[in-house]
């Protein structure tokens, strides 16, 4: 099988097809992440907030499998909160992962068990170990589409249940143009 080295064109031009999935996340698909509701039913709920491109090689669930992604995340914001990932846990705990930025600039909001809240500021270049048990999502803090790369187990799963219900313990807002946790 011919090697290519990963990156987005990887995905565009030379791996059509086998094992290769483009899923793609609308704002409308974000309802309820975002802290300024009034800020967010005046977006158009079918505005394109991120897309993930995956080579997922093996079947899911499969032990000692990698699975690999670029994420390409939209510029804006939602009130003084930016455009991010919907966020999740993996579904099999102990699942760690690492994210790499491409390209654009962002944050890496990342929480374990006890609801610690941290972030990670992400540029190209910048690598992140996501160990298990510690939720994660991603901000793009500035004007262009911030792109990372992601590798993680194929066995991992996703659980966005309790985000989606309960969130992260802080939420990363713009203060006087740059980006804090509150
Ligand atoms: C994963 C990765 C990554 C992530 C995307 C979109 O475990 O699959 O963390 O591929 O899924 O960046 O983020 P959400 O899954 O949180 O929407
Ligand atoms: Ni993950």
Redesign the pocket.
Known sequence: KKIVIPSLSFFQNELKGEGVVKSR?TLGELAGIFENQDAYSQLPLDQLA?E?Y?YLPEREGTPGGL?F?I?QLYPGKVGDEYFM????F?QQEDRS?Y?WGLEGEGMLILMDRERNTWAERMMPGSLHYIPGGVA???ANTGNSVLS?A?C?PSD?G?N?EEIANKGFSARLVEVNGTPKLR
């Open positions: 996340r991120y993930v995956s699975y992604g994420t990932t919907k966020g999740h993996h992962e994210y994660h999502r991603v990372f992601a993680w991992a996703h966005y």
